[in-house]
Nanobody
């Protein structure tokens, strides 16, 4: 059983930054994705990255503001979020999958428990 642990969420003012972390101690999965779900909205994919550290997807709404990266030595994937907007407010989840298509279908092998990000003045 792979346990994904997110951290780094919190309350930030518009225009601010946060860095989310997704740790999978002792395990390196092929694809890791970040997703988010805002109240009353469907969950959406935010960004995905390969085991080799190559980003494969950014949602249009976050392009140029968010950056995904990974440190395989630490089995951790990061989501650097800059220029945050109120519409970025959501619970952010990381997920691990063997295939990119599983992330695209939102059917990964494992989900994390989620971390709340609130952007508000």
């Amino acid at each position: 059983q792979v346990q994904l642990v997110e951290s780094g969420g919190g309350l930030v003012q518009p225009g601010g930054s946060l860095r989310l972390s997704c740790a999978a101690p002792g395990f390196t999965y092929r694809y890791i994705g970040w997703f988010r779900q805002a109240p009353g909205k469907e969950r959406e994919g935010v960004s995905y990255i390969t085991a080799g550290g190559v980003p494969t997807y950014y949602a249009d709404s976050v392009k140029g503001r968010f950056t995904i990266s990974r440190d395989n030595a630490k089995n951790t994937v990061y989501l650097q979020m800059n220029s945050l907007k109120p519409e970025d407010t959501a619970v952010y989840y990381c997920a691990a999958a063997l295939m990119l298509s599983a992330l695209q279908r939102q059917t990964p092998n494992y989900w994390g428990q989620g971390t709340q990000v609130t952007v508000s003045s």
